[in-house]
């Protein structure tokens, strides 16, 4: 036993956290108080919206809705934040965006409920640009990978719980049970960004763009926004990115509106069971993170990692496709899977982007990335729901055709001259 703590205490991952200070340090931590929730509602969205008479289609229509608002949160997301500043926007857009929507989706009735609360939530958006200028701005860039491992591992390992979710489902019934989960998350949601507010401190960039833009009106603010723009597009890391952050959003659309739904009404399972593979998946991912994490901590080495994990999604979503009703161990292996291939890819995919953003307008820039991701990714809500509507496992086998581009995106941006060499290291110092 001492011998494994001793292991625990030098690994890198657990001498990171230690080492983080600030901001950094309480957004990190406060994602349990997000994850909790989140996992234990997420998990039954669409069979919950399906129990309401909303079909497949309009619950593509739903997903394509929250992305249309996200663009224009995303779009006026910079100028606000820098205007007001990270904190107080983090907070006023995490209740809008969060606490809201679980208050609505918790009385739901019918399609014009879920399509208030998609509407409401799809300001996240703004509070993600507010969130992560908190959390990056004052962050050392060897931290970065490490900072969105614990993240995930935070969001992720708080899935575990998810089987008390479906505990909930299988005692009180669908309806009863999910309407708790949300009143839950509306406790939560809100007194998470009562922490992260009371507890967080404002960057020293916001502080200096808070006083740049104070007798700005946000409209000339906005109006900036096409020579901002212009840096995107002239920008190769930027691009190159946005392109993996592209191809991993429309997975995350696609599995997070449909996957409850194959696995209920094309597979066969029950619906109290969605929880006990989510927490599988959970349990690999958060393992995985330990495990795989210390070879990610190389932000200039990410081919092998991204090849490796956009592989291992695409024969998971292989297996979702082709797998008889039924198959529980056909369905572990692609959820094991998985939560691995997870592990590789979001934390390197979000740290690139990280580390590409220009700081000194990282705020208006993050915006402009995210606009032009969510229009990249709008449409497929909406597609997905059509093809499901076809076959339900056709949204999968869209995921199929994304991995394997994903693959040939990362042979291209991984050639020289795309993402800038690594600084050289500095010379030791003698007496």
């Not at 763009?209 to 926004?225: D, F, I, K, Q, W």
Request: aromatic share 12%; hydrophobic share 55%; glycine share 8%.
């Amino acid at each position: 036993m001492p011998a494994i703590a001793s292991a625990l205490r030098g690994h890198p991952l657990i001498q990171s956290l230690r080492e983080l200070k600030g901001n950094p340090r309480i957004s990190v931590w406060t994602e349990i108080m997000f994850g909790l929730p989140y996992n234990l509602f997420a998990p039954f969205a669409s069979v919950y919206m399906l129990a309401f008479g909303v079909t497949d289609p309009q619950i593509g229509a739903l997903a394509s809705l929250g992305l249309v608002v996200q663009i224009f949160a995303a779009l006026v997301s910079g100028a606000i934040v820098d205007k007001f500043g990270r904190r107080l926007t983090l907070f006023v857009s995490d209740l809008l965006c969060w606490s809201v929507p679980c208050a609505i989706w918790a009385v739901a009735q019918d399609f014009r409920f879920f399509a208030a609360a998609a509407a409401m939530n799809g300001l996240w958006r703004l509070s993600n640009t507010a969130w992560t200028c908190l959390t990056v701005e004052d962050a050392e860039e060897r931290h970065l990978v490490h900072i969105w491992t614990w993240i995930s591992i935070f969001a992720f390992c708080t899935a575990l719980v998810t089987p008390l979710g479906g505990w909930f489902v299988g005692r009180f019934g669908l309806v009863p049970a999910v309407r708790g989960l949300y009143a839950f998350g509306f406790v939560m949601l809100a007194a998470k960004a009562v922490v992260l507010y009371i507890y967080s401190r404002e960057t020293a960039r916001g502080v200096q763009r808070m006083e740049e833009t104070r007798h700005r009106s946000l409209v000339s603010l906005l109006g900036e926004y096409g020579s901002v723009f212009g840096q995107v597009l002239r920008s190769r890391p930027l691009l190159a990115a946005l392109s993996l952050m592209i191809i991993t959003n429309i997975y995350t659309t696609v599995s997070g509106s449909f996957w409850g739904v194959l696995f209920t009404r094309k597979l066969g399972f029950d619906e109290g069971l969605i929880a006990v593979f989510v927490a599988i998946r959970s349990f690999v991912m958060t393992v995985s993170f330990f495990v795989l994490g210390p070879r990610l901590t190389n932000l200039r080495r990410f081919r092998l990692p991204l090849w490796t994990g956009f592989g291992i999604f695409f024969v998971s979503q292989l297996l979702l496709v082709t797998m008889p009703p039924q198959a529980a161990a056909l369905l572990v292996l692609s959820v094991v899977l998985e939560g691995v291939a997870s592990a590789l890819v979001s934390p390197m995919t979000e740290s690139l982007l990280a580390l590409s953003l220009e700081s000194k307008e990282r705020a208006r820039i993050s915006a402009m990335v995210y606009v032009a991701l969510l229009v990249a990714i709008s449409p497929f809500g909406w597609i997905a729901g059509q093809l499901s509507a076809i076959d339900r496992a056709l949204p999968f086998a869209l995921n199929l055709g994304l991995f394997a581009l994903g693959l040939l995106v990362v042979w291209v941006i991984g050639r020289p001259g795309v993402f800038p060499p690594a600084p050289p290291p500095e010379p030791a110092q003698t007496e």
